[in-house]
T-cell receptor
């Protein structure tokens, strides 16, 4: 299948600053996107999702932006906290066909500096 | 429990042995997925089950890998004649339906082949 990739493998931010994690996808048939957070030794934890009929969705301290024109997805974390340090994965799901599994990117390591 | 439960959490075995990994999905979730995550990498789809439909086995890397699921409950992933390249974390996820709902992950089984 087509791949999902991340622009930056690592990101360091100061506590209290905003974080932006980017993701490029290549499958134009994808209609559903998810961001997951994975802490060491744990499974991925759902953060926020967005459907392709939307370009922005907000949660608690997080915002996901979808730009279908350039096939770009971003996760914004406001007022980053030490507990936000983790690996963040974007994932996409193709809108048609029998393959309904998620395709994951390789992840971005977010480190929050004190 | 409230979340996806996987067992064992860790498994160390010798090359050539068979292993069986177990996943208890969230009650009521009809879709169940298995993924493999190698160290420092993203998630690689293996197989998914949706109700009583034939499973999508398109991600299984070889015929040494198989999985079963009884109805909408427990699933087992079996790896026969394990090889060192099978060392990884095996993650299970479930979701209410196969449509646009987030998958919820367990914490995985860390498999080490000696």
């Amino acid at each position: 299948g087509e791949s999902v990739g991340l622009h930056l493998p690592t990101l360091s931010v100061q506590e209290g600053d905003n974080s932006i994690i980017n993701c490029a996808y290549s499958n134009s048939a994808s209609d559903y996107f998810i961001w997951y957070k994975q802490e060491s030794g744990k499974g991925p934890q759902f953060i926020i999702d967005i459907r392709s009929n939307m370009d922005k969705r907000q949660g608690q301290r997080v915002t996901v932006l979808l730009n279908k024109t350039v096939k770009h997805l971003s996760l914004q974390i406001a007022a980053t906290q030490p507990g936000d340090s983790a690996v963040y994965f974007c994932a996409e799901r193709e809108g048609s066909g029998s393959a309904r599994q998620l395709t994951f990117g390789s992840g971005t390591q977010l480190t929050v500096l004190p | 429990g409230a979340g996806v439960s996987q067992s064992p959490s860790n498994k160390v075995t010798e090359k050539g042995k068979d292993v069986e990994l177990r996943c208890d999905p969230i009650s009521g979730h009809t879709a169940l997925y298995w993924y493999r995550q190698r160290l420092g990498q993203g998630l690689e789809f293996l197989i998914y089950f949706q109700g009583n439909s034939a499973p999508d086995k398109s991600g299984l890397p070889s015929d040494r890998f198989s999985a079963e699921r009884t109805g909408e409950s427990v699933s087992t992933l079996t790896i026969q004649r394990t090889q060192q390249e099978d060392s990884a974390v095996y993650l299970c996820a479930s979701s209410p339906t196969v449509s646009n709902q987030p998958q919820h992950f367990g914490d995985g089984t860390r498999l080490s082949i000696l």
